[in-house]
Structure formats: C-alpha cells, structure tokens
C-alpha cells in the first residue's frame, strides 16, 4: 500500500485548508485510515480515524469541531477539511492505513502503512 498525502501549506490563524491522502491498491475500501500530527520537537498526535466504510469516525479533542475527515472509496482517497486553523495545528500531517480491522483508533502502532507527511503551517 502506498499512500500520498497532498494539500498542505501556509496559511492564517482562522483559516482553511484541506489535505487528501491517496492510497493505491484495490482494497483502500477496506483499510481502517487514520490521520496524524508531529510538530517540531514532539512526538506523534493522532488527530483522527475513520472506518473501512466511513460510518465510525473518532476525533482528538484538540480538532473536534474544526476538522472533518471523510473518504471516498471509489477515488481511494480520505480527505481532511480543516476550518479555523490555530498555530497550535502547525505540524506534519501523516496519514496511515490499517490493513487490520481496527476500527477507530488512535495508536499510531495499529497502523502499518504511512504517507510521506504534508507540511501545515499556521501564523498568527
């Protein structure tokens, strides 16, 4: 499984932006997908997951309400809406691909396929 993830880039406090992550192979409709966060000198964050089929999907706290994943298994792709960005959000986005079913989680260990990571930058 390959998976690239796209979109990133600079932008105000309060603005938008939307990363997509594409994922070859014929079973993406089957993966368990996840987004992460690292920024500069600090560990790994999870900031989302959904499910194979899009019905379960689990936010980190710090994005609930600003950010809304959703994926398109036709197009092999999950995308990122991200609305009323913080510099808080400022980091590299990854996303990974479960080829278990692990439903909605946030261990990054769970996870066995990641994209290259796509810079997001917020400035206040």
């Known amino acids: 499984v390959q998976l690239q993830a796209s979109g990133g880039g600079l932008v105000q406090t309060g603005g938008s932006l939307r990363l997509s992550c594409a994922a070859s192979g014929r079973t993406f409709s089957s993966y368990d997908m996840g987004w992460f966060r690292q920024a500069p000198g600090k560990e790994r964050e999870f900031v989302v997951a959904v499910s194979w089929s899009g019905s379960s999907i689990y936010y980190a706290d710090s994005v609930k309400g600003r950010f809304t994943i959703s994926r398109d298994n036709a197009k092999n792709t999950v995308n990122l809406q991200m609305n009323n960005l913080k510099p808080e959000d400022t980091a590299v986005y990854y996303c990974?691909?479960?080829?278990?079913?692990?439903?909605?989680?946030?261990?990054?260990?769970?996870?066995?396929?990641w994209g290259q990571g796509t810079l997001v930058t917020v400035s206040s």
């Open positions: 990974a691909a479960a080829i278990r079913r692990i439903g909605v989680s946030s261990d990054p260990r769970l996870y066995a396929f």
